[in-house]
């Protein structure tokens, strides 16, 4: 194929990965994935990310650190220079979608400079030969990922950034080698549009077990959304992105983004079998054979696969389903006195998904610094809603309410010590205390109460050892047990001090008696 050609439009997987190939931007590893690295920039940059300051949205942002004003002409400005520079040179073009739901798809252009942004496109949204159906005012990406912003003219923190701009339907993402801020971006544009139509944007992954009951999983990066979702005894739907509407959750993408870090076939089979021809790798070492080695961070600690449904043996078609029975919070304790699992009232859920206490990892957003810190994260994925957080979650208790789901809190992270002291819990156990949540095995089982943390514990979990249980049980140190707790629970009433919540949700969360 002539790689020369200016913008072609709609390119299969074999003609991107050819001309990404052609073009040297990669390589084939052994396992036939497309392997590429993305520079100094292999994870998110939220310093560098905007939203155009206008009337018709102005009021409705929750402006701040995270979704930072950008000013209307500027931006003009800067996409016609980004217009301009991908006109001069190789682009790509691709149709995709946005939401696999007949009312609620977002139609969107995507032009790319290089050949695997467009394939990473294709692979990671929806691509259908029922294109725009509804006949919508397209969206438009510009990515022109070697482009360098002149921050004194074009209003940026840098020479790269990621701008949305909700009136004129357009998103720039200059200087941006890293692909994961292009589903970043439109996940932030539907996490907006969403809410006014009654649909619950949601930064979680879903899938569907035997009983065909289905479950979401909200977690921030790193902390087993992809891999507890990606379960051979289940049927996925998404691993990321999902709305919840009534009487449906249905996918953002139509692929999946997993971390590589150490993975195994054993540990997580359905992610490992995925990656191959068709499939994109990127900031992951290869050996001199072209072989993946998924432990070798020496590149970034953020290796990233991305692959289609298409991919996984027990995708559901539909890429959507009803309404879930179970819902779990994920988070990674890193103090090690959070239990494996916790049953949450419904006043409880909505504490925890404001507070959304997690692990940020250092390795998923750039200049991180520490490998891994504690973070709360409202609604388990601050950096992409621009809305003020009660308005995703006066949503996600309506929901919960009118359908009955229960919730759950998971601590993928530590116990018996914090992090460098304790050790964090296996995958395996993590597995067999999800599976037993789907299978309904803890929806009317004994408990017990944490004091401080105020969670009730289920007594017994089939297949996983009790010690587990009770955090304070896998402590030597009973004393500095006490210690963690009394800093995390100052911790979450320290941050939840920013809600203007009803008394009782306060109340639901971590505190000590008087």
Request: charged content about 25%; proline content about 5%.
């Amino acid at each position: 194929m002539n790689t020369q050609t200016q913008e072609p439009l709609n390119l299969s997987t074999e003609q991107l990965i050819d001309a990404a190939v052609a073009n040297k931007e990669g390589i084939i590893a052994s396992n036939g994935a497309f392997s590429t690295n993305t520079g100094e920039r292999s994870s998110r940059s939220p310093n560098d990310r905007f939203i155009v300051k206008e009337a018709h949205t102005e009021d409705l942002i929750e402006w701040g650190e995270i979704n930072k004003p950008f000013d209307r002409e500027r931006f003009n400005s800067l996409w016609d220079k980004v217009e301009s520079y991908l006109s001069k040179g190789n682009s790509y073009t691709s149709d995709v979608h946005v939401g696999a739901h007949p009312e609620h798809y977002l139609p969107v252009k995507v032009t790319t400079e290089t050949a695997w942004h467009s394939l990473f496109a294709r692979l990671i949204f929806i691509c259908t030969d029922d294109f725009n159906p509804l006949n919508k005012i397209k969206w438009e990406i510009l990515s022109a990922a070697n482009f360098e912003c002149v921050p004194e003219e074009d209003g940026t923190n840098s020479e790269s950034c990621i701008v949305i701009n909700f009136s004129e339907r357009k998103v720039i993402i200059a200087g941006m080698k890293y692909a994961g801020e292009l589903k970043k971006s439109m996940f932030s544009v539907q996490n907006f549009l969403l809410t006014d139509k009654d649909v619950l944007p949601m930064h979680c992954s879903a899938n569907i077990n035997k009983n065909n009951n289905v479950t979401l999983f909200f977690g921030l990066s790193g902390t087993g959304k992809t891999t507890l979702s990606a379960d051979t005894k289940c049927s996925l739907i998404g691993d990321d992105e999902h709305g919840w509407s009534k009487g449906s959750v249905f996918n953002f993408e139509g692929g999946c983004y997993a971390k590589t870090v150490n993975l195994s076939e054993e540990n997580e089979p359905v992610i490992y079998k995925a990656i191959k021809h068709g499939s994109v790798i990127e900031n992951v070492y290869l050996n001199d054979n072209n072989e993946p080695d998924y432990s070798n961070i020496s590149i970034s600690e953020n290796g990233r696969c991305c692959y289609p449904r298409s991919h996984i043996e027990n995708a559901i078609k539909e890429n959507a389903a009803g309404e879930p029975k179970t819902i779990i919070f994920l988070t990674c304790d890193l103090t090690g006195v959070m239990p494996p699992v916790s049953i949450l009232s419904r006043k409880s859920a909505a504490y925890h998904f404001l507070s959304g206490y997690t692990a940020k990892l250092g390795s998923t957003e750039r200049g991180a610094g520490a490998p891994i810190q504690s973070t709360f994260s409202t609604c388990f994925g601050a950096p992409f809603f621009p809305r003020p957080a009660n308005v995703y979650a006066d949503l996600l208790i309506k929901r919960i309410e009118e359908f009955g789901s229960k919730v759950f809190l998971v601590n993928t992270g530590w116990t018996g010590g914090p992090y460098g002291v304790g050790s964090r819990f296996d995958i395996p156990v993590t597995r067999r205390i999800v599976n037993a949540i789907q299978d309904g095995e803890l929806h009317e089982v004994e408990t017990e109460n944490i004091p401080g943390l105020n969670l009730e514990v289920p007594l017994l979990v089939r297949g996983v050892d009790s010690k587990l249980l009770n955090p304070i049980n896998n402590w030597n140190d009973k004393e500095e047990y006490q210690k963690q707790l009394k800093d995390l629970v100052s911790q979450f009433q320290e941050n939840f001090k920013k809600y203007n919540v009803q008394p009782e949700i306060v109340s639901a969360g971590p505190g000590f008696d008087d």
